[in-house]
T-cell receptor, first 115, second 110 residues
Framework: AQTVTQSQPEMSVQEAETVTLSCTYDTSESDYYLFWYKQPPSRQMILVIRQEAYKQQNATENRFSVNFQKAAKSFSLKISDSQLGDAAMYFCARSGNNAGNMLTFGGGTRLMVKP | DVKVTQSSRYLVKRTGEKVFLECVQDMDHENMFWYRQDPGLGLRLIYFSYDVKMKEKGDIPEGYSVSREKKERFSLILESASTNQTSMYLC?????????FGPGTRLTVT
């Protein structure tokens, strides 16, 4: 089975600081998509950021950016200037060569933000 | 705005009951998915559908079935609920670029 691994079950960060969530994955495909999803407590899962594997440039969305290392099959999420509203479960996921295809998820990282 | 809704946020059922979880999307998407979410395991795919009346098994289909009679609606069925099916169930609908998730149904089987 092709897997996605998040090695940090829980992380904490001080408000306004920067935190990095780790993700590694396994795939035999050359073209695929990677995602970070956020699930706030008792709220809907939403997409944070998406990376196409064929693009070398790391994706960025406001305070969220990724460090995509294709050879190492690593896809970490950096959150800058952390806010209390960033507290949530974060899931790393991988799909095949169509971004909307079936997703394989990691086990999740619970991020706590300290005021 | 994209919208995926699920019929219940919380559900409590007894062992052996037949359980229906409903999901509706308003985006005219062809592909819909049912996932199960458990702590430490992330989300695991149960079934997906790529068209009306079409379905494919995911990674953990045992004990579940699905129904897709209309494009906007995708139902997950537990034929005879068991305690090990206590979990959070998430439905998703797919656009070309991403999946959109419903709010989830937390099912407890006692």
């Amino acid at each position: 089975a092709q897997t996605v691994t998040q090695s940090q079950p829980e992380m904490s960060v001080q408000e306004a600081e920067t935190v990095t969530l780790s993700c590694t994955y396994d795939t035999s495909e050359s073209d695929y998509y990677l995602f970070w999803y956020k699930q706030p407590p008792s709220r809907q899962m939403i997409l944070v950021i998406r990376q196409e594997a064929y693009k070398q440039q790391n994706a960025t969305e406001n305070r969220f950016s990724v460090n995509f290392q294709k050879a190492a099959k690593s896809f970490s999420l950096k959150i800058s200037d952390s806010q209390l509203g960033d507290a949530a479960m974060y899931f790393c996921a991988r799909s095949g060569n169509n971004a909307g295809n079936m997703l394989t998820f990691g086990g999740g990282t619970r991020l706590m933000v300290k005021p | 705005d994209v919208k995926v809704t699920q019929s219940s946020r919380y559900l409590v059922k007894r062992t052996g009951e037949k359980v229906f979880l409903e999901c509706v999307q308003d985006m005219d998407h062809e592909n819909m998915f049912w996932y199960r979410q458990d702590p430490g395991l992330g989300l695991r795919l149960i079934y997906f559908s790529y068209d009306v009346k079409m379905k494919e098994k995911g990674d953990i289909p045992e004990g579940y079935s699905v129904s897709r009679e209309k494009k906007e609606r995708f139902s997950l069925i537990l034929e005879s609920a068991s305690t090990n099916q206590t979990s959070m169930y998430l439905c998703a609908s797919r656009s070309r670029t991403e999946q959109y998730f419903g709010p989830g149904t937390r099912l407890t089987v006692t």
